[in-house]
């Protein structure tokens, strides 16, 4: 178990790097009594190497998360070497299929020294930087064909199924897909558009292109990758003559 001292002194140093990384980072502290969280957080360490090792001989006891806007978190931990200092390593995303991680070296954990401010630096250009790389590519990975979109454009995808799907850039963009039936799916955080009814899948298509063109936000339909792209326009799709079963659709 660990004092008091200690744990003041992770939270502390946590609060002063997490003001100190680039963008927006913010910091909490789970102490030994918070058993769950603890072993919940062991399991998503992001690391093959140095912390896991560490991990292996001395069990998560405590601990300060590290959380940034988009969801990224890194997670500061004791050092058993009895060196000052800690050892911080990144925390994969929780709400992705095993197989977006397949074929990403994980971006493993470093040791920083007893100074939160120069920590700060090394940080930023190592371990945050590896990460950042590694969370693109499992977030593309879990977009499974699905061309993710930009500020200013949304992709809209058809699905062997009939649904549309797309990854909407911003909370603008998601917030008018919302109002139009499309429903975000929470392990990869994709939207979809179910194609049960394609006439009202059509009319809600046609209604989001002005919505998203008066933001300054185009659109643009497509099949999968390996398919034929369609030449409609998000904004006037095609209306089919009826409902059917979405197994019915050849696109």
Known sequence: ??????????ASYADVLAGELP????????????????????????DLDLVA??????PLQQAAVLSRQDGAQLVLLDRHDER?????AAVAPHALPDEAFRGVPEPNGIALADDPFLSAEQVTGDLLARYDSALAQVRHNALGGIQPSQPDRVVLTWQPDGSIATAPADDRASAVLMAHG??????SGIYRLSGDDTQAQARALREIGPRLDALGIGTALQHPAGRTAPTASASVPP????????ATRSR
């Open 53 to 58: 090792a560490s991990l292996a001989e001395h």
């Open 84 to 88: 000052d200092g800690f050892l911080i």
């Open 1 to 10: 178990m660990h004092d008091h001292d200690t744990s003041e002194r992770l």
């Open 182 to 187: 499309f429903v975000q799916d929470p392990q």
């Open 239 to 246: 209306v089919p003559a009826g409902p059917r079963t979405p």
């Open 23 to 46: 963008d927006s980072w913010t910091s909490f502290h789970l102490p030994a009594d918070a058993k769950d969280d603890l072993a919940e957080l062991a399991n998503r360490i992001w």
